[in-house]
């Protein structure tokens, strides 16, 4: 029987409240230890990897998070319907709500976290910083007292110095934040910062600070016990960020002094202490780079989206500990135990699109090949669709290493390999990060991604041209053995004379821009130009998916997912204009699906006369000449085969 069986507070049945990854991950940690899981679902996940993974399911509701993973009625009814005996809130979510905590423990339930005490306390950036300057703990300089009103907002912005960052007193995922640079922007930030905090945190107070100009990002990991042991787990750097979100997170901190690093500790230790707290927690601080004085900002009463890192670097378990701690159990481990060994850095991954400023995409993964040679926590398996209604953060890679070259090598290696496809991720922007001579430096503040690509990041144009050709040569492959019959027919693709190789034009476009491919049957198989650069089939790196005209392509982190044309109506009029005629001939074999003209209508040279479904594509087949239809020889559903003569036309008199 397993230890948390026979515990004070015996924990067999846990309910996790959260989805995706971290759902995924706390599965794994459960089945480990022999605990049995419950996973919960709202009715788009019900059949997410998360479900999947777990021991028994739960329905919870529909998709609307404010109706399934954020319903407290709903978690505990499922809990109570599987027989749960202890309930794991995840991060996001129910995973800071002190009303939930309490809940779960007033229903008899175990909640593997911290006390709703705690929780409350840290709740609000205004009561967790005047907890942390009662506990001696440095806050950043600004306001935040009771007082809302502009004018005594107004006079403490001007008293702190500007620029002033206004912030959600109860915000969190680096919402609800107003950058403030002159008094005259004061008033219009704080009500957009009001509205914004009302309507995704249900209270719009808020608290000014300081704007530290270039901040590192530094957190401290502690677990608390119910035996009054606390202790830290290093620091994490998680400087690396976009729109107050963290995007790289690294343990330990590069280029930190480390009488900072011993500071860190010790005011993370007193700030738990002071508010007895149990459970793993974070205790956030800015910190102006290359000063040695860093600020307390706020304290996450959970398990952090980055702590694998800390997990590589100690070789805790944090959901393990967390475990124990609920069941009443001791750390298993004192301070002076606790030691670090190498360096590790985590990437998330997120589906969205770089290009275009960072919108959220979706749809359904394809195809999603793991790399070797790093930790990947994924709530996305190939086939998850990827909705609307939760966070894009789908998965996260951590590489470990001696250094922390290495660990950052390892994590490049491993983003260069993990392809997804069918949705847009932010790999190759993150791959572009990593390249930068600042990253490689650990030269990191939250400024970096601005710094480093002030007009936002897209795939370099070679690149493209790149995936582009792969594409191109992936649709060619896929036809077969249709292609194999476009390359043996004697008219079709000789269009450039007889002894040059047959060769055929393809289009390759997605919404952002479009290529015309040559793909070249040459000795040695398939090959694709593009300009004057030729590229040949078959690369080992490559991942590709055909469906349809849709081609999704994978090269080293880059994905392109385009749809493809063929030139077929070019081809068809070259094909009459050689023969001097003014005959429409299709190329291709297919089957004729639109007819635009009639028999004695006069046409213009480059009217859409007929179309043809042919090589899986829908071709539009335009009149060669000026002139009148003198014969339309097949109807609508009729086959053709290749070089059949669709339409003749009688040409007009030349003068
Ligand atoms: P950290 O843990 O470092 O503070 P965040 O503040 O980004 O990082 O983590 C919390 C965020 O994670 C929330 O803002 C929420 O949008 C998001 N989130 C919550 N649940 C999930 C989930 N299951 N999968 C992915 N993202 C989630
Ligand atoms: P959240 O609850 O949204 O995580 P935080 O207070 O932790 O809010 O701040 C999120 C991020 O915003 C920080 O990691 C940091 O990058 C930036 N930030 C917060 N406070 C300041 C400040 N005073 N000056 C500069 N940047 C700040
Ligand atoms: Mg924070």
Known sequence: MSQFATAPHPIRRVLIANRGEIACRIIRTCRRLGIWTIAVYSDVDAAALHVRSADETARIGPAPAAQSYLSIGAILDAARRTGADAIHPGYGFLSENAAFARACREAGLIYIGPSAEAIAAMGSKIEAKKVAQAAGVPTVP?????????????REARRIGFPVLIKAAHGGGGRGMRRVDKEGELVARLSAARSEAASAFGDDSVLLEKLIAKPRHLEVQLVGDAHSNLVHLFERDCSVQRNNQKVFEEAPAPNLPEAVRQKLYAHALQLGKAIGYTSAGTVEFVMEAGSDEPYFLEMNTRLQVEHPVTEAITGVDLV???LRVAAGLSLPAGQNEIRRRGHAIEARIAAERPEQDFQPAIGRITHLAAPTGARFDTGIAGGSEIGIHYDSMVAKLIAYGDNRQAAVDKLDAALAHLSILGVATNIGMLRACIARPAFTAGQLTTAFLATEFPRGWSAPADAVDRLAAAAALAWIEAQT?????????????????RRRPAQVELTVANDQSERTVTVLRTHAGFAARIGDQTWPLSNDET??????NRVMVAQGGLTLDASIGLSIAKLSAIESKAEGETRLVTPLPGVVTGLFTSLGASVRKGDNLIQLEAMKLVHTLQSPADGRVGKV???????VAAGATLIEIIPKERK
Not at 633 to 639: K, P, R, V
């Open 142 to 154: 600004g306001y935040h007292g009771d007082d809302q009103s502009p004018a005594r907002l107004t």
């Open 320 to 322: 393990e500990w967390q």
């Open 481 to 497: 053995p249709d292609a194999t019959a476009l390359w043996q027919q004697s008219i079709g693709f000789r269009v450039m004379g």
């Open 543 to 548: 991942i590709t998916a055909v469906e349809g």
């Open 633 to 639: 020889l097949h109807a609508i559903g009729e086959a």
